[in-house]
């Protein structure tokens, strides 16, 4: 990244973290919505969101199918059942309950500030402290939306899209994870509050790393979040998606949805920092994240690229996949997942190979602390005529302490005897003699231990952007704090 | 013997050899030098016939014939013999019984009885002993659980046994301290005849110490940049290839 | 749908006139069977672990159970067919899955060992039965519906007690036969009892007398006491129309050796259960196993082991060979309990399709509760090493033969840890006929 789009960013994360001012029109209070979920209700998030008749049919479509539907059980976790007509289904940005300074914040919540090292502004922020706006968000975020405009880049929040480019949304949303995909993605497609939209167009580079982190950070993303990326022909696009600083949403279910459409030698590459709130040591509390995150590769030659460190949430079931129609492309996945106390993770990718001369690669570690459950699922699928398929996977398992589980179950499914398919996993734990080898060195065994989780887990972290990688390790680091010894 | 006319090979897109024209004569030992990734082991493995590599022009004339559109092994009856860099491992298959279903395919197709078990093994043993071999090594599966150095005393032990018309040598010497490498040698010396050739790839000039070469080719960004006799090994041990590649016009 | 329930409903219609024959220590068993048996559904595609296979075709018939069905018999000629050359074995052939004493040669163990057909022995009420195959017991884990559907019709099976220290000194071998009859529905109930320090061998042969549809459900049950060590020879080589599932289980003790291959060639659709249960310290389990198929063969290996105490090691390793329209599968759960603490569990599964209408469809699972354990595991699909066959071509061997050759290396090491030689020799000839391919 040069300096130039470097300032660019930090501009905008300035502003934005301000007052969101684009995305939600609304005057409504959040009040005014009843509890529960029906057809007037999507009428009237529709309405609210000044959306056109055929964008409210779709939504209505989704939730006829979503009544049909039966949560899904054969994850490997165990959680409270969310009773769907218990929810509030649309809720402008609230202003979060003020806090006069930071000496009012829960001292916990400013440690993990402080190893992460975020500025003391956004630490008053992110803890819901009231932030005096400096800048004119309005012209700093036009001169931003200006730069990608020159090169006809539109990123833009999904609800602008859906008015702004009806002929892109029309054409692309749900076709990647249709209405009906599954239970929570139905659910996401009837109620879906807002989210990311962008367009790459053909050969061209996007500048910058576009990212959900400094649009919506410390507000409420909502807990239906839907995000469409076009990549077009001969184009590139990076994505970053999430943030480092722990979220204390008061929602408990997040079931977002990612589209990825990469036509002809493009490439999407997706990167994920995960830390919602994940419950407390006791497993009280904590988010439900139940995500359908999907690209295909619909040109030739065309790349996907999944990574994704995940260490927060109660219970995570998120499988983003790559389906690989297109000659010769390419998928990726890259995934760290960290458990502690009574989190619960489930969590992997499908890679569907269609096209010819497609290959997949699949890297996934799973580190399991406390009485956590981690595990991996994945499906590596060759169709008949996916002639010179390829896949490698390696899922690699870490327990600390014999009160957690680490699991791995992977499905290859293959229908072509021009495929050449591996699978590997292998389980351990973190090393005595590895541990007593740093500690003779004068390394403390915590250093130690994180030292060691680090390398296990490099392989992805080197897939990551740069200053993503870092704050990643900080996190990992924090996530097992007190596991060890 | 063999005539290679005009070779030009791909392998997944890359041209890798760009025209190699080489004449091999009966009697004749053709050492086939060059830095790494010159192309040498690709016109080891173009000339044995395998398919991950496309002849996109030129001729391989194998005693009389073109051999272009021959599969692997009707090259093999036809006498020419490929001792691999890596010798691959074949689990479940004893030397012998390989030995044996190649050595008879290349009788039959030469009109030669097979072999009786007993003058099968009466030959094999025979063979052995210029290689100073285990008879164990025999009846193991071919290859598998043999150190490199036993591994490439295979390979020429497989040559002596199929005695073909072309025997190529790709980096036979790579892996071999040097008494293995004396041992090999010796094996391949004693395959050579006033009715045979050879072709030694090699990336050193030690091999030829022991298979004196009657000439000795460069090979450079696939294609033989230079050609002399066995001077130009000792040569090129002395100064290395920057010399010769230093010589090329910018645009090889 | 409605072939399911009717094919369901004829099961316990024959039970009905099979309990009024059936007088014997496991008639409650029997009875609980069928009970649970009628609160079940056979399995559909949407059950988990049935979602790769199709076993629509078996339910469509109605099978007549064999112990309904008039005694038949087969010639000597027939079985001797089966015989190994040079190799000395304590035979025992059973006929539709009914014991056949003329058939069966070495049957004198003395009175301790106890040998040979398990309605023998009920027929003698010999009251050791329930004490040593703890019948009280049976069947309270169990919810396979295949399972209770043999145990229902409980009948004959191959029996084997060996009391402490017991060492036999040749190999069993079980001949299970199915003669020319159609729709037959046999169902050995095999159970085996190895006390601590005790050792055997046992060939269960599977095999058909023509290419009749027939259905064999066998039911498996192996407890091995301490220090006791078990090999366990399974080949399957059916007719290619028969419909074969066998529920295995093996329970294993302190320093106990079981080494159990699962040879599969023949039958249309072919379903095998392992369950092991590792309940003890220094255990060794080796599953082997072997799949060939082809025209339009379905195979599928379930294996479940589970590793209760610290300090025992499961080594499993599945090879699947697959021609024309076949599909394989596999699907192996390697469970570790929280403490069985330095555990070394190893799977691996690797399948090669010889044709581009062959499938093959793999699932090998970890599931892990300790976290000083070594445990991994490996699945590869792909066709043969192309880098192999060049190697072999470039020495003269002929396209065809060079493929064969692939096959022995591919199958090799599961056929090399078979150590009786003859069944060695026997199991690489079966390969190849079964394959069409040539031998060399």
Same mark, same amino acid.
């Given at each position: 990244?040069?300096?130039?789009?470097?300032?660019?960013?930090?501009?905008?994360?300035?502003?934005?973290?301000?007052?969101?001012?684009?995305?939600?029109?609304?005057?409504?209070?959040?009040?005014?919505?009843?509890?529960?979920?029906?057809?007037?209700?999507?009428?009237?998030?529709?309405?609210?969101?000044?959306?056109?008749?055929?964008?409210?049919?779709?939504?209505?479509?989704?939730?006829?199918?979503?009544?049909?539907?039966?949560?899904?059980?054969?994850?490997?976790?165990?959680?409270?059942?969310?009773?769907?007509?218990?929810?509030?289904?649309?809720?402008?940005?609230?202003?979060?309950?003020?806090?006069?300074?930071?000496?009012?914040?829960?001292?916990?919540?400013?440690?993990?500030?402080?190893?992460?090292?975020?500025?003391?502004?956004?630490?008053?922020?992110?803890?819901?402290?009231?932030?005096?706006?400096?800048?004119?968000?309005?012209?700093?975020?036009?001169?931003?939306?200006?730069?990608?405009?020159?090169?006809?880049?539109?990123?833009?929040?999904?609800?602008?899209?859906?008015?702004?480019?009806?002929?892109?949304?029309?054409?692309?949303?749900?076709?990647?994870?249709?209405?009906?995909?599954?239970?929570?993605?139905?659910?996401?497609?009837?109620?879906?509050?807002?989210?990311?939209?962008?367009?790459?167009?053909?050969?061209?580079?996007?500048?910058?790393?576009?990212?959900?982190?400094?649009?919506?950070?410390?507000?409420?993303?909502?807990?239906?979040?839907?995000?469409?990326?076009?990549?077009?022909?001969?184009?590139?696009?990076?994505?970053?998606?999430?943030?480092?600083?722990?979220?204390?949403?008061?929602?408990?279910?997040?079931?977002?949805?990612?589209?990825?459409?990469?036509?002809?030698?493009?490439?999407?590459?997706?990167?994920?920092?995960?830390?919602?709130?994940?419950?407390?040591?006791?497993?009280?509390?904590?988010?439900?994240?139940?995500?359908?995150?999907?690209?295909?590769?619909?040109?030739?030659?065309?790349?996907?690229?999944?990574?994704?460190?995940?260490?927060?949430?109660?219970?995570?079931?998120?499988?983003?996949?790559?389906?690989?129609?297109?000659?010769?492309?390419?998928?990726?996945?890259?995934?760290?997942?960290?458990?502690?106390?009574?989190?619960?993770?489930?969590?992997?990718?499908?890679?569907?190979?269609?096209?010819?001369?497609?290959?997949?690669?699949?890297?996934?570690?799973?580190?399991?602390?406390?009485?956590?459950?981690?595990?991996?699922?994945?499906?590596?699928?060759?169709?008949?005529?996916?002639?010179?398929?390829?896949?490698?996977?390696?899922?690699?398992?870490?327990?600390?302490?014999?009160?957690?589980?680490?699991?791995?179950?992977?499905?290859?499914?293959?229908?072509?005897?021009?495929?050449?398919?591996?699978?590997?996993?292998?389980?351990?734990?973190?090393?005595?003699?590895?541990?007593?080898?740093?500690?003779?060195?004068?390394?403390?065994?915590?250093?130690?231990?994180?030292?060691?989780?680090?390398?296990?887990?490099?392989?992805?972290?080197?897939?990551?952007?740069?200053?993503?990688?870092?704050?990643?390790?900080?996190?990992?680091?924090?996530?097992?704090?007190?596991?060890?010894? | 013997?063999?005539?290679?006319?005009?070779?030009?090979?791909?392998?997944?897109?890359?041209?890798?050899?760009?025209?190699?024209?080489?004449?091999?004569?009966?009697?004749?030992?053709?050492?086939?030098?060059?830095?790494?990734?010159?192309?040498?082991?690709?016109?080891?493995?173009?000339?044995?016939?395998?398919?991950?590599?496309?002849?996109?022009?030129?001729?391989?004339?194998?005693?009389?014939?073109?051999?272009?559109?021959?599969?692997?092994?009707?090259?093999?009856?036809?006498?020419?013999?490929?001792?691999?860099?890596?010798?691959?491992?074949?689990?479940?298959?004893?030397?012998?019984?390989?030995?044996?279903?190649?050595?008879?395919?290349?009788?039959?197709?030469?009109?030669?009885?097979?072999?009786?078990?007993?003058?099968? %093994?009466? *030959?094999?043993?025979?063979? /052995?002993?210029?290689?100073?071999? $285990?008879?164990? !090594?025999?009846?193991? +599966? #071919?290859?598998?659980?043999?150190?490199?150095?036993?591994?490439?005393?295979?390979?020429?032990?497989?040559? %002596?046994? *199929?005695?073909?018309?072309? /025997?190529?040598?790709?980096?036979? $010497?790579?892996? !071999?301290?040097?008494? +293995? #490498?004396?041992?090999?040698?010796?094996?391949?010396?004693?395959?050579?005849?006033?009715?045979?050739?050879?072709?030694?790839?090699?990336?050193?000039?030690?091999?030829?110490?022991?298979?004196?070469?009657?000439?000795?080719?460069?090979?450079?960004?696939?294609?033989?940049?230079?050609?002399?006799?066995?001077?130009?090994?000792?040569?090129?041990?002395?100064?290395?290839?920057?010399?010769?590649?230093?010589?090329?016009?910018?645009?090889? | 749908?409605?072939?399911?329930?009717?094919?369901?409903?004829?099961?316990?219609?024959?039970?009905?006139?099979?309990?009024?024959?059936?007088?014997?220590?496991?008639?409650?068993?029997?009875?609980?069977?069928?009970?649970?048996?009628?609160?079940?559904?056979?399995?559909?595609?949407?059950?988990?672990?049935?979602?790769?296979?199709?076993?629509?075709?078996?339910?469509?018939?109605?099978?007549?159970?064999?112990?309904?069905?008039?005694?038949?018999?087969?010639?000597?000629?027939?079985?001797?067919?089966?015989?190994?050359?040079?190799?000395?074995?304590?035979?025992?052939?059973?006929?539709?899955?009914?014991?056949?004493?003329?058939?069966?040669?070495?049957?004198?163990?003395?009175?301790?060992?106890?040998?040979?057909?398990?309605?023998?022995?009920?027929?003698?009420?010999?009251?050791?039965?329930?004490?040593?195959?703890?019948?009280?017991?049976?069947?309270?884990?169990?919810?396979?519906?295949?399972?209770?559907?043999?145990?229902?019709?409980?009948?004959?099976?191959?029996?084997?007690?060996?009391?402490?220290?017991?060492?036999?000194?040749?190999?069993?071998?079980?001949?299970?036969?199915?003669?020319?009859?159609?729709?037959?529905?046999?169902?050995?109930?095999?159970?085996?009892?190895?006390?601590?320090?005790?050792?055997?061998?046992?060939?269960?042969?599977?095999?058909?007398?023509?290419?009749?549809?027939?259905?064999?459900?066998?039911?498996?049950?192996?407890?091995?006491?301490?220090?006791?060590?078990?090999?366990?020879?399974?080949?399957?080589?059916?007719?290619?129309?028969?419909?074969?599932?066998?529920?295995?289980?093996?329970?294993?003790?302190?320093?106990?050796?079981?080494?159990?291959?699962?040879?599969?060639?023949?039958?249309?659709?072919?379903?095998?259960?392992?369950?092991?249960?590792?309940?003890?310290?220094?255990?060794?389990?080796?599953?082997?196993?072997?799949?060939?198929?082809?025209?339009?063969?379905?195979?599928?290996?379930?294996?479940?082991?589970?590793?209760?105490?610290?300090?025992?090691?499961?080594?499993?390793?599945?090879?699947?060979?697959?021609?024309?329209?076949?599909?394989?599968?596999?699907?192996?759960?390697?469970?570790?309990?929280?403490?069985?603490?330095?555990?070394?569990?190893?799977?691996?599964?690797?399948?090669?399709?010889?044709?581009?209408?062959?499938?093959?469809?793999?699932?090998?699972?970890?599931?892990?509760?300790?976290?000083?354990?070594?445990?991994?595991?490996?699945?590869?699909?792909?066709?043969?090493?192309?880098?192999?066959?060049?190697?072999?071509?470039?020495?003269?061997?002929?396209?065809?033969?060079?493929?064969?050759?692939?096959?022995?290396?591919?199958?090799?090491?599961?056929?090399?840890?078979?150590?009786?030689?003859?069944?060695?020799?026997?199991?690489?000839?079966?390969?190849?006929?079964?394959?069409?391919?040539?031998?060399?």
């Amino acid at each position: 990244m040069n300096e130039e789009t470097r300032e660019d960013i930090k501009l905008v994360e300035d502003v934005t973290q301000t007052d969101y001012k684009w995305g939600f029109v609304s005057d409504i209070e959040a009040d005014e919505f009843p509890k529960g979920l029906n057809e007037d209700i999507i009428r009237k998030i529709s309405k609210i969101k000044n959306e056109p008749e055929w964008m409210t049919e779709w939504r209505l479509k989704a939730y006829k199918h979503w009544l049909t539907m039966e949560e899904p059980d054969w994850a490997k976790v165990n959680y409270e059942k969310v009773d769907y007509q218990d929810l509030i289904y649309f809720s402008a940005p609230k202003k979060k309950p003020e806090l006069e300074s930071l000496d009012e914040v829960d001292p916990e919540l400013l440690k993990t500030f402080e190893k992460l090292g975020i500025p003391l502004e956004e630490q008053k922020k992110l803890a819901g402290v009231a932030v005096d706006a400096v800048f004119d968000s309005v012209s700093v975020a036009t001169t931003f939306r200006e730069t990608l405009a020159e090169k006809g880049i539109i990123f833009c929040p999904i609800s602008e899209a859906i008015i702004n480019h009806p002929d892109l949304v029309k054409k692309y949303l749900g076709s990647v994870v249709p209405q009906t995909d599954n239970f929570f993605a139905a659910l996401n497609s009837a109620v879906f509050s807002d989210g990311s939209f962008v367009y790459i167009p053909k050969g061209v580079r996007c500048p910058m790393e576009l990212s959900t982190y400094f649009r919506i950070n410390a507000e409420n993303t909502g807990q239906f979040e839907r995000t469409l990326i076009i990549a077009d022909e001969g184009s590139y696009v990076s994505y970053l998606e999430g943030c480092t600083a722990p979220m204390r949403d008061e929602n408990q279910l997040h079931a977002a949805v990612v589209e990825l459409i990469v036509l002809d030698d493009a490439e999407i590459k997706y990167s994920t920092v995960q830390n919602w709130y994940p419950g407390d040591k006791e497993g009280k509390g904590g988010i439900y994240n139940f995500v359908t995150k999907r690209g295909i590769c619909k040109g030739k030659n065309s790349k996907i690229s999944w990574t994704q460190v995940e260490t927060g949430s109660a219970v995570t079931w998120k499988y983003p996949g790559c389906i690989l129609l297109g000659d010769n492309s390419v998928g990726e996945f890259y995934s760290v997942a960290v458990t502690n106390n009574f989190q619960q993770a489930d969590t992997g990718t499908k890679m569907v190979h269609i096209g010819k001369n497609t290959k997949s690669t699949i890297i996934s570690k799973g580190i399991s602390a406390g009485k956590s459950n981690n595990s991996y699922r994945g499906l590596v699928k060759v169709n008949k005529n996916a002639e010179n398929a390829r896949n490698f996977s390696q899922c690699d398992s870490m327990l600390m302490g014999n009160k957690c589980g680490a699991h791995t179950f992977p499905y290859l499914e293959i229908e072509n005897n021009s495929a050449t398919v591996e699978h590997e996993a292998t389980t351990s734990k973190v090393g005595e003699d590895q541990i007593f080898y740093l500690n003779q060195r004068g390394i403390s065994t915590e250093d130690a231990v994180n030292m060691i989780v680090n390398g296990f887990c490099k392989e992805v972290f080197n897939e990551l952007p740069m200053e993503f990688a870092i704050e990643a390790q900080k996190l990992l680091a924090i996530s097992l704090e007190g596991s060890v010894g | 013997m063999i005539k290679i006319k005009n070779l030009h090979a791909n392998v997944e897109g890359t041209e890798i050899l760009k025209g190699i024209n080489l004449t091999v004569n009966r009697g004749e030992v053709h050492a086939i030098m060059g830095p790494n990734g010159s192309g040498k082991s690709t016109l080891a493995n173009v000339l044995a016939g395998h398919s991950a590599y496309e002849v996109t022009e030129g001729e391989i004339i194998f005693d009389g014939k073109n051999i272009i559109e021959m599969e692997p092994d009707e090259r093999a009856r036809e006498g020419l013999f490929l001792a691999f860099q890596y010798p691959i491992e074949i689990p479940g298959v004893s030397n012998s019984i390989f030995l044996r279903t190649a050595l008879d395919e290349i009788r039959k197709h030469k009109g030669e009885p097979e072999l009786t078990p007993k003058e099968f %093994l009466s *030959l094999l043993k025979e063979k /052995a002993q210029i290689l100073g071999m $285990d008879t164990s !090594l025999i009846n193991r +599966a #071919l290859n598998q659980g043999f150190s490199g150095g036993e591994k490439k005393r295979n390979e020429i032990l497989q040559l %002596l046994m *199929l005695n073909p018309k072309l /025997a190529i040598l790709d980096e036979t $010497d790579s892996g !071999l301290d040097i008494d +293995a #490498l004396r041992i090999v040698s010796e094996g391949v010396n004693a395959y050579k005849s006033k009715d045979n050739a050879v072709i030694v790839v090699t990336h050193y000039q030690r091999l030829l110490d022991y298979i004196v070469p009657d000439f000795v080719h460069v090979l450079y960004k696939g294609r033989i940049v230079k050609s002399g006799t066995k001077d130009l090994a000792l040569e090129l041990e002395e100064r290395g290839y920057d010399w010769i590649i230093k010589e090329q016009p910018e645009t090889v | 749908m409605k072939n399911r329930i009717d094919n369901q409903k004829w099961y316990v219609d024959n039970f009905n006139l099979f309990k009024s024959s059936n007088k014997n220590v496991f008639s409650t068993l029997s009875n609980k069977a069928i009970e649970k048996f009628k609160t079940l559904e056979f399995p559909t595609k949407k059950d988990e672990e049935w979602k790769y296979i199709n076993i629509n075709p078996l339910l469509k018939n109605n099978f007549l159970p064999s112990s309904l069905s008039a005694n038949s018999s087969v010639n000597l000629e027939t079985i001797e067919e089966y015989t190994l050359d040079n190799l000395d074995v304590y035979r025992f052939v059973f006929v539709n899955g009914i014991f056949n004493s003329e058939l069966s040669t070495g049957l004198d163990f003395g009175k301790d060992i106890i040998a040979g057909s398990l309605s023998n022995l009920l027929n003698k009420n010999d009251t050791r039965l329930e004490k040593l195959f703890d019948i009280k017991n049976k069947l309270q884990k169990d919810n396979n519906i295949f399972n209770l559907l043999n145990t229902a019709f409980l009948h004959d099976g191959f029996l084997l007690y060996l009391p402490k220290g017991t060492i036999i000194d040749k190999p069993f071998h079980v001949i299970n036969i199915s003669t020319g009859n159609n729709k037959l529905l046999n169902q050995p109930h095999n159970l085996i009892h190895l006390e601590s320090n005790s050792k055997a061998e046992i060939i269960f042969e599977y095999v058909s007398e023509k290419a009749t549809e027939h259905f064999t459900n066998i039911v498996t049950e192996i407890s091995v006491d301490e220090n006791a060590n078990l090999n366990v020879y399974k080949i399957q080589n059916e007719s290619p129309n028969a419909f074969h599932i066998e529920n295995s289980n093996i329970l294993q003790k302190n320093s106990s050796v079981v080494k159990h291959f699962s040879l599969s060639f023949g039958a249309l659709i072919t379903r095998n259960n392992i369950n092991a249960e590792l309940d003890g310290e220094n255990v060794e389990n080796n599953l082997y196993g072997l799949y060939l198929g082809n025209k339009n063969q379905q195979i599928d290996n379930h294996t479940f082991i589970e590793h209760i105490k610290p300090n025992s090691n499961s080594n499993e390793l599945y090879k699947g060979i697959l021609d024309d329209d076949a599909k394989g599968i596999f699907s192996g759960k390697i469970l570790v309990q929280k403490e069985a603490q330095k555990t070394n569990a190893f799977q691996s599964n690797k399948s090669v399709l010889l044709s581009n209408k062959a499938i093959s469809d793999s699932k090998p699972q970890l599931e892990i509760y300790a976290d000083d354990v070594k445990c991994s595991h490996g699945a590869t699909v792909g066709k043969l090493d192309q880098e192999a066959l060049f190697y072999i071509r470039s020495r003269g061997v002929p396209l065809e033969l060079a493929r064969s050759m692939l096959i022995r290396a591919f199958i090799d090491d599961v056929v090399k840890e078979i150590s009786i030689e003859q069944l060695r020799e026997k199991i690489n000839h079966t390969i190849f006929q079964h394959l069409k391919r040539v031998e060399f």
